[in-house]
């Protein structure tokens, strides 16, 4: 599957991420989800973030993201609508400078 490309049942997947200029979602009880939080913080970006755990489809949102390419499926962020990834694309892009591309 297209790292951008929605299943028809999303369970809201799509629309959280279209709808917010930075867009993670986490779990609660996610130490890396945390750490991904802050590092927007920290860059003077406040993301929107979503605990899936919260979410009584948290389950079928884990396997949205999963089939979109993040493993493991949180962190997830999307920015501007577009997945970036998790940590490990996140983290590539932030020390490559490449992460914010609306920062300057």
Do not use: W
């Amino acid at each position: 599957m297209e790292r951008n490309h929605f299943p028809p049942s999303d369970f809201g997947v799509g629309r959280l991420a279209s709808q917010n200029q930075v867009m993670i979602f986490t779990k609660s009880t996610c130490c890396m989800c945390h750490t991904i939080t802050t590092l927007f913080s920290r860059l003077g970006i406040k993301p929107t973030v979503y605990e899936i755990d919260h979410d009584p489809n948290a389950r079928e949102m884990e396997k949205v993201l999963t089939r979109l390419g993040c493993k493991p499926a949180v962190p997830a962020v999307f920015i501007s609508g577009k997945l970036v990834g998790g940590p490990n694309e996140v983290m590539t892009r932030h020390l490559n400078g490449t992460l914010i591309p609306f920062k300057k």
